[in-house]
């Protein structure tokens, strides 16, 4: 099989892995619906790191010791 026949095949077979996907932003929310899921989604996880940083547990792998 010739290496440009294998090319095509690759490309058609990725496509149809992923027909719906363009750039993504057709969740069919409003902006101002988006800005809010943003929001709760950003509080949740700086309130997960703040929980992990005062618990003293090192789950990330960034530790500072050596």
Not at 6 to 26: C, I, L, S, V, W
Request: charged share 40%.
């Amino acid at each position: 099989m010739t290496r440009g026949s294998q090319r095509d095949r690759d490309r058609e077979r990725a496509n149809a892995r992923t027909p719906g996907k363009g750039k993504g932003k057709d969740d069919g929310l409003t902006p101002e619906q988006r800005r809010e899921r943003d929001a709760k989604a950003l509080q949740e996880k700086t309130a997960k790191k703040a929980a992990q940083a005062a618990g003293g547990s090192d789950a990330g792998g960034n530790s500072t010791k050596k």
